[in-house]
T-cell receptor, first 109, second 111 residues
Framework: RKEVEQDPGPFNVPEGATVAFNCTYS??????FFWYRQDCRKEPKLLMS???SGNEDGRFTAQLNRASQYISLLIRDSKLSDSATYLC??????????FGAGTRLTVKP | SQTIHQWPATLVQPVGSPLSLECTVE??????LYWYRQAAGRGLQLLFY??????ISSEVPQNLSASRPQDRQFILSSKKLLLSDSGFYLC??????????FGPGTRLTVT
């Protein structure tokens, strides 16, 4: 089993749609969790950290379920500019970050 | 604010040639440093990480090596490149278990 697994995608959605990405992790001792986005041929950029209580940043909502070892990202009112690959990242311990393979999202007009 | 630099941005090297990629971080001290590789259309592969000067952990045994001669400098090297070394090389830093920040990357093509 991979340490961090994500929905394989790709997700093709119309503008204005709501889309959800899921991620599971295998190490129950994982300390912190993040979502990154990566545009084509660019470096990954931090989208948001994921807190136990759940957190929201504008149209983006992240949830963490430690009992199920599950992380989610919800994007509401999708924009064309949201098209990218979304990476789930888990910090196992200081210095050890594990990335999922990513889920590609294409938002179409 | 913190800044991470990588160079060169693009590199084309023949098989069997040496490699040296450099990464430096500004605006922080004692960061954790990482080297990743991303093959075309694939996910990130962690190559090396370092929690301090001279401390290098290797994730994948291969013909690459890393060194950290200074607190905020991380170098990726190879004595002889293989075709399979082609990819997008990314350096990143973090403080402890907090967010990770990436440099702009080096796109390496081995011919």
């Amino acid at each position: 089993r991979k340490e961090v697994e994500q929905d394989p995608g790709p997700f093709n959605v119309p503008e204005g749609a709501t889309v959800a990405f899921n991620c599971t992790y295998s190490n129950s001792a994982s300390q912190s969790f993040f979502w990154y986005r990566q545009d084509c041929r660019k470096e990954p950029k931090l989208l948001m950290s994921v807190y136990s209580s759940g957190n929201e940043d504008g149209r983006f909502t992240a949830q963490l379920n430690r009992a199920s070892q599950y992380i989610s990202l919800l994007i509401r009112d999708s924009k064309l500019s949201d098209s990218a690959t979304y990476l789930c990242v888990v910090n196992i311990w200081e210095g050890d970050m594990r990335f999922g393979a990513g889920t590609r999202l294409t938002v179409k007009p | 604010s913190q800044t991470i630099h990588q160079w060169p941005a693009t590199l084309v090297q023949p098989v069997g040639s040496p490699l040296s990629l450099e990464c430096t971080v500004e605006g922080t001290s004692n960061p954790n440093l990482y080297w990743y590789r991303q093959a075309a259309g694939r996910g990130l592969q962690l190559l090396f990480y370092s929690v301090g000067i001279g401390q290098i952990s290797s994730e994948v045994p291969q013909n690459l090596s890393a060194s950290r001669p200074q607190d905020r400098q991380f170098i990726l090297s190879s004595k002889k490149l293989l075709l399979s070394d082609s990819g997008f090389y990314l350096c990143a830093w973090t403080r402890g278990a907090y967010e990770q920040y990436f440099g702009p990357g080096t796109r390496l093509t081995v011919t």
